[in-house]
T-cell receptor, first 116, second 112 residues
Framework: AQKVTQAQTEISVVEKEDVTLDCVYE???????LFWYKQPPSGELVFLIR??????QNEISGRYSWNFQKSTSSFNFTITASQVVDSAVYFC?????????????FGAGTRLFVKA | DTAVSQTPKYLVTQMGNDKSIKCEQN?????MYWYKQDSKKFLKIMFS???????INETVPNRFSPKSPDKAHLNLHINSLELGDSAVYFC???????????FGPGTRLTVL
């Protein structure tokens, strides 16, 4: 069974600090996909990144970076020089083959507070 | 311009009523989904449709019935609403899974 664990329920940082959000997943498949979504206080879910299991290259997009490590089944997300606008709930998700197609499971989310 | 839209944005109703939430996407996607987000922000898939055909149906009560008149629309009808149905319901769409899902703005359902 697939599972996504985001052990950090809430994180509070001061603006300009770096912060890493952890995501650990469980799957029996060799082919799977990992995602991060952001849910700001306004409530919408915003796609951030998608990574497949065959691509372990880390990715950087502006102040955001992702570290995918299959050896530890982790897909961590780092925000560098955090800003107040980064305050949101961040979800990690895993998609793997299931009856009828791919099924996506979301972690419980990490709420990030960035204080000015 | 809106990629995935849902109506209504807010829905307040009494226990026992029947209500519907509509979802439309203009992204040309083949697959549409309904998710439920509870008060603790936990997000769980309910249904998934591909080209109007149901492909994923999680253990959701029969009171919930999705309907897809065409691949751009996926509506959710809920019968005999219960207090526990209060949540935010998100519609999403994607190309063939596991492609990235794009979410609608959500419908906050409150059952009194």
């Amino acid at each position: 069974a697939q599972k996504v664990t985001q052990a950090q329920t809430e994180i509070s940082v001061v603006e300009k600090e770096d912060v890493t959000l952890d995501c650990v997943y469980e799957t029996r498949d060799t082919t799977y996909y990992l995602f991060w979504y952001k849910q700001p206080p306004s409530g919408e879910l915003v796609f951030l990144i998608r990574r497949n299991s065959f691509d372990e290259q880390n990715e950087i997009s502006g102040r955001y970076s992702w570290n995918f490590q299959k050896s530890t089944s982790s897909f961590n997300f780092t925000i560098t020089a955090s800003q107040v606008v980064d305050s949101a709930v961040y979800f990690c998700a895993l998609s793997e083959a299931s009856t009828g197609g791919f099924k996506t499971i979301f972690g419980a989310g990490t709420r990030l507070f960035v204080k000015a | 311009d809106t990629a995935v839209s849902q109506t209504p944005k807010y829905l307040v109703t009494q226990m026992g009523n029947d209500k519907s939430i509509k979802c439309e996407q203009n992204l040309g996607h083949d697959t549409m989904y309904w998710y439920k987000q509870d008060s603790k922000k936990f997000l769980k898939i309910m249904f998934s449709y591909n080209n109007k055909e149901l492909i994923i149906n999680e253990t959701v009560p029969n009171r919930f019935s999705p309907k897809s008149p065409d691949k751009a629309h996926l509506n959710l009808h809920i019968n005999s609403l219960e207090l526990g149905d209060s949540a935010v319901y998100f519609c999403a769409s994607s190309f063939i899974p596991p492609d990235t899902q794009y979410f609608g703005p959500g419908t906050r359902l409150t059952v009194l």
